[in-house]
């Protein structure tokens, strides 16, 4: 067993786990963060995708321990009770998802895109999501919110791409 101790959301959480736990594990049934999602737990979907110190990572593929000490943000974070996220708010206004499986990896992956890039470039935004696979939507919706989301932060104030931030 080892502890851990990081925040999640803002929030500092500690907690002792076996060595082998997932970070997703700890996310979803420690801390009942359950829409981080588990799609393939190989490291090949992205669904299970969150922020571990700013950084998009795959939570099936991160030990809890090796997140200890940083600061994570999963997809509850996007948003406050009162307001929706610029990238949740964008899935809705675009219909960027369907089933909504992938919708959370799909999120994250998004929302780190918007902090490092955030061009509206087709190629570069394909290039940003290739990690996170929908099978449902086709994708093209997908690609609709990224720029609707890239379009809310900048009318918000918020930086977009790392030369802003
Ligand atoms: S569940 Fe982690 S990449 Fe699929
Ligand atoms: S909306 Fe169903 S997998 Fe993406």
């Known amino acids: 067993m080892i502890r851990v101790e990081l925040r999640v959301n803002g929030e500092a959480v500690s907690r002792e786990v076996d060595d082998r736990t997932l970070l997703v594990e700890l996310l979803r049934y420690e801390l009942g963060l359950t829409g981080t999602h588990v799609g393939c737990d190989t490291s090949q979907c992205g669904a299970c995708t969150v922020k571990l110190d700013g950084a998009a990572v795959k939570s099936c593929a991160v030990l809890a321990a090796q997140a200890s000490g940083g600061e994570v943000l999963t997809v509850e974070g996007l948003s406050t009770p009162q307001q929706l996220g610029e990238v949740p708010a964008a899935f809705v206004a675009c219909h960027g998802l369907q089933c909504g499986f992938c919708t959370?990896?799909?999120?994250?992956?998004?929302?780190?895109?918007?902090?490092?890039?955030?061009?509206?470039?087709?190629?570069?935004?394909?290039?940003?999501?290739?990690?996170?696979?929908?099978?449902?939507?086709?994708?093209?919706?997908?690609?609709?919110?990224?720029?609707h989301a890239a379009h809310a932060r900048i009318e918000a104030g918020k930086p977009v791409g790392r030369q802003h931030g």
């Open 104 to 147: 959370p990896g799909m999120m994250m992956a998004i929302d780190y895109y918007l902090d490092t890039d955030g061009s509206l470039d087709d190629e570069r935004i394909h290039q940003a999501l290739e990690g996170n696979i929908c099978r449902c939507t086709g994708y093209v919706n997908i690609i609709e919110a990224v720029k």
